[in-house]
């Protein structure tokens, strides 16, 4: 059985797609069966960021509404075999993801792959839920500010109640991940500090993803950053984020933040 | 040290409940009208002084309708004081306010009259059973409170080990005890407890309320912010003092 995540924020644009294709492709590049799932019914953008926005036939809600078969939907990934994209609907109303449909789908990814990683829409509505419902496991992205940190927040507030996992009285494990962090900034005070973040939500952090041009050339030519240029330093965060997501207790390093002193660095835990 | 937190006068906001008689009226109205008026002759003043709610939920009846009906209530000298299940377009200018989220009474709670049976018998007087003494209660929370998570407890305190975020509110009928930081809402002695207190160990928060005393974050002394804090409350006026 397959873990699922969700990848989740509440605000938009601080990083959700991105973060979901990073981390799939992280994972699926160590040989893991990972499928990413969009959730934004209406205004998607996973199948962008996947290059993959062509071949892009039937999707999730064709799969919920029984018009046609999950194998038919699934778009493997021409550069990772093991990396495949359930593209959401761009004409179909997100009425259409219903909660039955939605636990059927999940269930079927959860047997055939070791991931599922639900890419969620911004909002708390349904769209919103409905990726959060079944998961084992979230990502909780957020930006160093704070109407982000604000919104994760209430996010985690609702990962906490309106879950399966917590509905049954289980812990949903949640991750804090830490995107778009910008040294200079943060060295000028104009950014939230990470122990700050950290006291507000405390949760435990996974990563700390640098604000960096790689980003944004990598969804330019269509591919998650950590494939664009692996060696680039957002595509080293997520891989070290992957590791952790897979257990291994890999330190976490403040952008900007010399290494030379590692004991602050690896003595640095979340609340 | 003991400050009073700005030398205005802060306006008291609070919420009560009152009971209020409903009247439910059925078609014909000149028929019901009739059968009020008897009722209201044979116990004299019934209706005086007396908050009294016009329920149309289950009335087909039309604007011009109402308003002649509540000219018959004025004639009766009965005020209404709020309309409830009416549509918004049966409602104008110069009627009474709409409301919702009324509940029933028990039979015992409620007066000796009989409030809309309009029977020929006499109702029974019943003198009202002391209520049981209640035993206070205290809810403990382990977990912070979330942005948009809201704690309501009328019964007694509230304690939370963990931070209320901003966006989040504790309401208690008692006291409030934060163990982490309040950046969001606090209302301690919210059915009416002027001893009732408010405890956190980092004062962020961005509106206090003891009793009905309500105090915005930009009303508070600067020093206070980040600090250990306690506030109560005295002659109407909020105080805090640091802790430790």
Redesign the interface.
């Known amino acids: 059985m397959g873990k699922v995540i969700v990848v989740t924020s509440g605000k938009g644009g601080v990083g959700k797609t991105t973060s979901t294709a990073a981390l799939g492709a992280a994972l699926a590049s160590k040989g893991e069966r990972v499928v990413v799932v969009d959730f934004d019914v209406g205004l998607r953008n996973l199948d962008l960021v996947m290059g993959a926005e062509r071949r892009v036939v039937y999707d999730l809600i064709n799969v919920i509404q029984g018009e046609a078969k999950l194998s038919q939907a699934l778009i493997r990934d021409k550069r990772l075999e093991t990396l495949f994209l359930l593209p959401a609907s761009q004409t179909r109303d997100k009425d259409n993801l219903t909660p039955e449909g939605v636990e059927r789908v999940i269930s079927e990814l959860r047997r055939v792959f070791d991931w599922v990683i639900c890419d969620s829409p911004a909002g708390i509505e349904s769209g919103a839920t409905l990726a959060m419902r079944h998961a084992d496991v979230a990502v909780v992205v957020t930006n160093p500010e704070?109407s982000s940190v604000?919104?994760s927040?209430?996010i985690?507030?609702?990962l906490?109640s309106k879950t399966v996992k917590a509905e049954n009285g289980e812990r949903m494990e949640k991750h804090l991940l830490l995107t778009r962090y910008d040294p200079n900034r943060a060295e000028r005070g104009d950014m939230l500090k990470v122990d700050d973040v950290l006291?507000?939500l405390?949760i435990p952090l996974i990563g700390i993803i640098p604000e960096s041009m790689d980003v944004l050339r990598a969804s330019n030519i269509g591919a998650p950053v950590t494939l664009a240029d692996a060696s680039s330093a957002p595509a080293q965060a997520y891989f070290d984020a992957a590791r952790r997501l897979c257990g291994e207790p890999v330190p976490i390093t403040v952008p900007g933040e010399k290494r030379s002193f590692l004991g602050k660095i690896f003595g640095r835990k979340a609340a | 040290m003991t400050k009073v937190l700005t030398d205005a006068r802060s306006i008291r906001i609070k919420g009560r409940s009152f009971l209020a008689v409903v009247l439910s009226p059925d078609l014909p109205l000149d028929d019901w009208l009739a059968r009020l008026d008897d009722l209201a002759s044979r116990s004299a003043g019934f209706f005086l002084g007396r908050p009294v709610v016009l329920d149309v939920t289950d009335l087909e009846i039309c604007k011009t309708d109402l308003k002649e009906l509540l000219a018959a209530f004025v004639e009766r000298n009965v005020a209404i004081m709020g309309i409830e299940g009416a549509r918004p377009s049966l409602l104008g200018p110069g009627m009474p306010p709409a409301l919702k989220g009324g509940k029933p009474v028990s039979g015992d709670a409620v007066a000796k009259e009989p409030i809309i049976e309009i029977r020929n018998m006499p109702a029974e007087t019943q003198p009202a059973e002391p209520e049981p003494r209640q035993v206070l209660q205290s809810l403990v929370i382990r977990?912070?409170i979330?942005?948009?998570?809201s704690v309501i407890f009328p019964e007694g305190d509230v304690t939370v080990i963990?931070?209320v975020?901003?966006?989040?509110e504790v309401i208690a009928g008692g006291s409030v005890h934060i163990y982490g930081?309040l950046?969001g809402r606090a209302m301690a002695g919210s059915i009416g407890n002027i001893n009732a207190r408010i405890f956190c160990r980092k004062m962020e928060a961005e509106l206090l309320a003891i009793d009905g005393v309500y105090k915005m974050a930009e009303d508070m002394a600067p020093g206070l912010r980040g600090k250990s804090v306690q506030l109560w409350l005295e002659n109407d006026t909020i105080m805090a003092e640091t802790l430790i």
């Open positions: 704070v604000r919104d927040d209430r985690i507030g609702l906490d006291e507000i405390s | 977990e912070p979330r942005s948009g998570q963990g931070s975020a901003s966006g989040a930081t950046r």
